[in-house]
């Protein structure tokens, strides 16, 4: 087997990594011993706030997706990329707050107008028959780790 050693990512390498937005995979703890609810998802990343920004679907036979997502849970976010230079990848934990019209203050709306997150098409639904909300990730913790020899 490979020995392959990591190192932890500096501030700048990470919000370069992350850049404006991107892929990866949401986990929400699940309320009964279960394991998490993991799905895919796109993301955008504002580095002077440090917080991540969601728009999550909800189709109308989501109701234990919808049941979690409104639970005060932890959740963990998960972003990686393998180019020919090594691997990268980055994870937060914290909880999710959801951004509504009448809750959106200026410096949320300035944050998303810095961030980018990609559409993308991974729903069981129809996207005009899916509910669409926006969260925020104020993370407790955010840990970047990339392959040993990575850095620029």
Do not use: C
């Not at 990343?45 to 109701?63: C, H, K, T, V």
């Not at 234990?64 to 691997?87: H, N, Q």
């Amino acid at each position: 087997m490979e020995d392959v050693r990591s190192v932890r990512m500096s501030t700048e390498e990470r919000d370069d990594f992350l850049g404006s937005g991107g892929t990866g995979v949401i986990s929400f703890d699940s309320s009964d011993d279960g394991p998490p609810y993991t799905r895919p998802i796109s993301y955008g990343y504002d580095a002077d706030s440090e917080n991540f920004y969601f728009r999550l679907a909800i189709g109308p036979e989501d109701a234990g997706k919808r049941d979690l997502i409104e639970e005060d849970g932890e959740v963990s976010f998960v972003t990686y990329d393998e180019t020919d230079r090594g691997w990268r990848s980055v994870v937060a934990t914290g909880s999710l707050e959801e951004i509504t019209k009448s809750a959106l203050d200026p410096d949320v709306a300035e944050a998303m107008q810095r961030v980018k997150i990609p559409f993308v098409d991974v729903y069981d639904s129809h996207p005009l028959t899916l509910e669409f909300r926006f969260f925020r990730l104020t993370p407790d913790e955010v840990t970047g780790q990339q392959q040993a020899g990575t850095g620029e």
